[in-house]
């Protein structure tokens, strides 16, 4: 089968060789498309594809008409959100994740990112220390539980909050269980949002949740820009002087964010809480054996089109 490996933003090179090694291992014929300029490359490259190995690379409706021959595409991490999934199950092209791969390394971030922001971006202004603080987690799942493991190691207090765990899966996931959104912004010295972007999602976290932070809070997302509503998130900032926002995904305000709050403010140029060679090798090379295994054996365990 051709594969084609479309990685706008470029995997790790020991990566893309061990992806090559795995699907040419069985046979399957690989091409690498990285760095690609604009997304009209894209729809242009997918022509003979039947198998994509992709990353935040965006899999629309124009792309999957785009690949008439197209049968699979494992997007090589957790979300998802940038695969048209109505489009994909109309044509019977299966959509798969790699859930847990690149965890660590965004879980790496999130606390790196928190410490940046306690230590004022690294100026020679007084800080303040992460431990003894409380660390809120906004979904317990493969990130959100290795950013509480790390914040227990620094000595901080964690509570979580996932509507998919029991209290007594949350306490044995070392944190302190929530209930309520309202409640775990109300307690969290630092909230790491770690949800996806859903319908149900999107713009959910602004002025109501972030305003009942409490006084010197951070708000760290390395999850998705859509998950905040962006003015309510201004107007947060703007009311309450002691608040701070860090993040891996650039809102689409951020001029205006950093024009008016400075060092309160922090976004990555572009997202790079997965951007480790032990991430890429370890999403991209499960997404390769995902595509192998299924060609072999139909195995769809990780689909999550079904
Ligand atoms: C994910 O959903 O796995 C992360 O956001 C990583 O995305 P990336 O592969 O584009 O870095």
Redesign the pocket.
Known sequence: MKVLVA?Q?PFAAVAVKGIKDILEAAGHEVTVFEKYAEQSDLVAAVADAEAMI????KVTAEVIAAAPKLKIVV????????VDLAAASARGVVVM??PG???N??AELAIAMMIFMARTQFTPATGSEVQGKRLGVQAYGNVGRLVGAKARALGMEVSALDPFLSDEQIIAGGADPVHSVEELYACSDYLSIHI?ALPATIKSIGYDLITRMPKGATLVN???KEVIDEDGLMRALEERPDLKYVT??MPDNYAALQEKFGLRVFATPK?????TSE??VN?GLAAARQIVDYFATGNVRFQVNK
């Open positions: 990685t933003k992709i990353r935040s690379d997007r090589a991490g957790a979300g998802y959100d940038n994740n790699t791969q690149n965890s390394a965004v996806p390395t999850a998705r891996d995904v997202k790079m809480g997965a951007q991430a890429n999403a």
